[in-house]
């Protein structure tokens, strides 16, 4: 008898607990996707500016440059949260 209420209640936990892992891991992943969609934004925006700016005029002035410093920085920091896959294999930064 106390063996079944035991089983029992340690049976209802592991599926809550399964269940709420399972939703934190979901949640995990969706916020991933958005930060590799930010990401990817950054970078879309990196070379489009590059190559408005191929004289490099806009990049060496004073006011400008600070946009496109800030612009570099971010996606550097973006690029070193997430590890690039190669084909058959991955590296780690």
Known sequence: MLHT????CLSIMLIFVGYLLYIALRRI???ENYLIQ???VIEFSTERMKAVDSSGHYEA???TSFFFDQLKELQLLLNEIFEEEQ???TTEK
Request: charged share 20%; hydrophobic share 30%.
């Open 5 to 8: 209420i035991l089983i029992t």
């Open 29 to 31: 992943t969706q916020y």
């Open 61 to 63: 002035d004073d006011e």
């Open 87 to 89: 084909v058959g294999t």
């Open 38 to 40: 930010f990401q990817q």
